[in-house]
C-alpha cells in the first residue's frame, strides 16, 4: 500500500468516524471557506444526502468557494482539495500516514500503529510485491480465464443483451480468487459463496458512519459481522493450508506468508486485498467495455492496436507493454468515470496550503472527482478522449495523482493487467456495441458504478 493509496475513498466513512470517536469535536473558526453547519449534531450530513453522494457534494462546494473549502461532518471540521496544485501542496508534508490501512484497520476493528517507519514501508514493499509476483505467475489462468468470458459471450445470439456489471464482477472475483488465494476457489461453489459473503461485506462498508443505519438495524448489523467473521474464516483457514508448502500455483497469500509478517499482518493485508480487489477489478472492466462500446472510433484504434502488436498469437506479459493505446484507454476510463471520486488523510501537523491554515488532526479530503474533471488542466473534460494521453504533461499531471506510475496502487496496478487481457482477448473475436436506448446513470458510492445494470450486446469479428 502506497503512502498516497489513491483508493483510501473505500473506507474513507471508517475514518470520519475514528476521528469522531478519537479526537474531541471543536467549531474553531478556520478561516477556509465553506458553509456554516446545516444541522447543530450532524453538522452538513443533510446537505451531503441531499445532494446525492459525498462527490456531487464536493463538485457544488468547490464550485461555490474554490480550491479550498470547508464543511461540517457532524461536529468535526472537514478540509477538501479540489486542485490539482492543492493537492501537489497537502501531500508533499503529510505522506508519512498511510490512509489506506488506518481506514481500513479502523472500519475492521484491527488494531493499527505499533509499526515502526521502516517495518511499516517493508511491508507495504512486500504487499506491492506480492502483487507483482500473483499476476507473473499467474498470466496464463488470467489469460484461461479471459477466453473463458469470449466464448460465453460468442454462445450468445448477436442481439441478446449481455448483463455487463454481473458478467465483470463474476470475472473479477474469479481472477481475484483464484490469483489471490489460490487452489481453493477452482471450485465454482467456493466462488459462489466466497461472492455472496464480499457482497454482504462491501455493500455495508462505511454506512453506519454515513448515515448510522447500520447501527440502528440489528438485523444488518449481524449479518455484516457473520459475514466478516466468515471471511476472516476462510482467509485464516487458507493461510494455515499454504503456510510451508509449496504450490505448484504461486498466489498473492504465499508471498505473505513467505515475508517477515505475522498471522494477523497477514490476515489484514489478504483481506485489504480481497475486498477492494474484487470491486476496483470488476468496475475497471465494466467501465472500459462501456466506453468502447460507445465510442466506435475509439474501439476500432484498439483493435488495430491489438492485431498488430499481437498478431495471431494470444498476449503475453511482454507483448502486453507494448499496448502503448491500450494504456491511454484504461487511464482516460478512470479519469472520465472517476473510478475513485474521493480520497481521505487524517493532517499529521499544522500546514498551510496556499493561504489557509489546516490545524493538525483535521480530516482532509482529496476530491478526486473534482480535480479529474478541472477544465485547466484536462480540455473538455467530460469527452472520453484517450488521445490527450499522448501528451507527456497529462501523464505526468496524471501519474502525481496516484493512478499510474511510482505512485500507482497495487490494486489498481492489478486492476490494469487484469482489464488488458481481458479486452485484447475480447476485441480479438468480438465487436462491442451499445444497447438502444440504454440510459447509463453513475452512482458516486465507494467505487464509481453504474446505478443500474450496464447491458452489452456483441457481434463476431470476421
Known sequence: MLDFAIFAVTFLLALVGAVLYLYPASRQASGIPGIAPTEEKDGNLPDIVNSGSLHEFLVNLHERYGPVVSFWFGRRLVVSLGTADALKQHFSPN???????????SLLGYQSGGESVSENHARRKLYGNAVTAALQSNFPLLLKLSEEVL?????????QHVPLSQHMLGFALKSVTRMVLGSTFEDEQEVIRFQKIHGTVWSEIGKGFLDGSLDKNTTRKKQYQDALMQLESIL???IKERKGKNFS?????????QGNLNEQQILEDSMIFSLAGCIITARLCTWTIHFLMMSEEVQKKLHQEIARVLGKGPITSEKMEQLSYCRQVLWETVRTAK?????????????????????????????????????????SPHKFDPDRFADESVV???????????????????????TTVLVSVLLKGLS???VEGQVFETKYELVTSSREEAWVTVSKRN
Open 95 to 105: 505522506k508519512t500516514s498511510d490512509p489506506f490501512e488506518t481506514m481500513l484497520k
Open 249 to 257: 500455483q504461486h498466489v498473492f497469500i504465499d508471498s505473505l506468508i
Open 151 to 159: 466464448d460465453k459471450w460468442l454462445s450468445y445470439p448477436e442481439a
Open 339 to 379: 473510478l475513485t471520486p474521493v480520497s481521505a488523510r487524517l493532517q499529521d501537523a499544522e500546514g498551510k496550503v496556499g493561504p489557509f491554515v489546516i490545524s493538525k488532526e483535521t480530516l482532509v479530503l482529496y476530491a478526486l472527482g473534482v480535480v479529474l474533471q478541472d477544465p485547466s488542466t484536462w480540455p
Open 432 to 434: 462491442l456495441l451499445p
Open 396 to 418: 505526468r499531471a496524471f501519474s502525481s495523482l496516484g493512478f499510474s506510475g511510482s505512485w500507482e496502487c497495487p490494486e489498481l496496478r492489478f486492476a490494469y493487467t487484469v
Open 236 to 238: 485464516k483457514k487458507i
